[in-house]
């Protein structure tokens, strides 16, 4: 026997141990949202294939069952038109250019109204604009098809775009856990010879 039940700490090893305890939780749990990010990916694939529209979604707790429908909103008002990188629906890097859009009816909307290869903003003056609702950070935007002011057409938004680290999370748990077991014994091994 390597150690003896004396020469075991007991407030240690069970600090250890709930650490532990914790990381293959956290693993667990990482697992378990892969599952849960694969089956939503699915879900959104099955939903971009759809031609059916819905309704533009003016709360944030709408817009996750929104994603990757068609819709259109109204562009009362443009409010400003940004530049950011974006790809063209054949690959190419370039610019997507987007409206902020006061709303028929209150509210904001972003609308990626196409690619350019050149920095140059357009002039827009709003108007009914159909698209794809796609994310854009913790909000939406509503990618025109088809392009607006003689922009090019933009990538569409693609459900295997979302992140989707889970398996390599858990891998990380389960890692940190293996090694806090090891070092944990290394020391007791030292402390004891």
Same mark, same amino acid.
């Given at each position: 026997?390597?150690?003896? %039940?004396? !020469?075991?700490?007991?407030?240690?090893?069970?600090?250890?141990?709930? #650490? =532990?305890?914790?990381? =293959?939780?956290?693993? @667990?749990?990482?697992?378990?949202? /892969?599952?849960?990010?694969? &089956?939503?990916?699915?879900? +959104? #694939?099955?939903?971009?294939?759809?031609? /059916?529209?819905? &309704?533009?979604?003016?709360?944030? &707790?709408?817009?996750?069952?929104?994603? +990757?429908? !068609?819709?259109?909103?109204?562009? $009362? !008002?443009?409010?400003?038109?940004?530049?950011? #990188?974006?790809?063209? #629906?054949?690959?190419?890097?370039?610019?997507?250019? =987007?409206?902020?859009?006061?709303?028929?009816?209150?509210?904001?909307?972003? @609308?990626?109204?196409?690619?350019?290869?050149?920095? $140059?903003? =357009?002039?827009?003056?709003?108007?009914? @604009?159909?698209?794809?609702?796609?994310?854009?950070?913790?909000? %939406?935007?509503?990618?025109?098809?088809?392009?607006? /002011?003689?922009?090019?057409?933009?990538?569409?938004? $693609?459900?295997? &775009?979302?992140? $989707?680290?889970?398996? /390599? +999370?858990?891998?990380?748990?389960?890692?940190?856990?293996?090694?806090?077991?090891?070092? +944990?014994?290394?020391?007791?091994?030292? !402390?004891?010879?």
């Amino acid at each position: 026997m390597i150690f003896g %039940i004396r !020469r075991w700490p007991i407030l240690p090893t069970l600090v250890v141990l709930a #650490a =532990v305890a914790v990381m =293959v939780g956290l693993g @667990v749990w990482q697992l378990q949202r /892969a599952g849960w990010k694969a &089956d939503l990916k699915a879900q +959104y #694939a099955e939903v971009l294939d759809s031609s /059916a529209t819905t &309704d533009w979604p003016s709360e944030p &707790d709408n817009y996750e069952g929104a994603l +990757y429908r !068609r819709s259109a909103i109204t562009c $009362d !008002r443009v409010l400003r038109v940004d530049g950011i #990188a974006g790809r063209s #629906a054949t690959g190419r890097a370039g610019l997507a250019q =987007v409206a902020t859009c006061a709303l028929d009816g209150g509210g904001e909307g972003a @609308v990626s109204l196409g690619w350019s290869a050149t920095p $140059d903003l =357009v002039a827009w003056n709003g108007g009914v @604009v159909a698209g794809i609702i796609a994310p854009a950070g913790e909000g %939406i935007r509503l990618i025109a098809d088809p392009p607006q /002011a003689g922009l090019e057409p933009l990538a569409m938004p $693609d459900p295997a &775009d979302l992140p $989707d680290n889970h398996l /390599a +999370y858990a891998g990380q748990w389960f890692f940190f856990a293996l090694t806090a077991l090891v070092i +944990y014994v290394l020391a007791l091994r030292r !402390r004891t010879s």
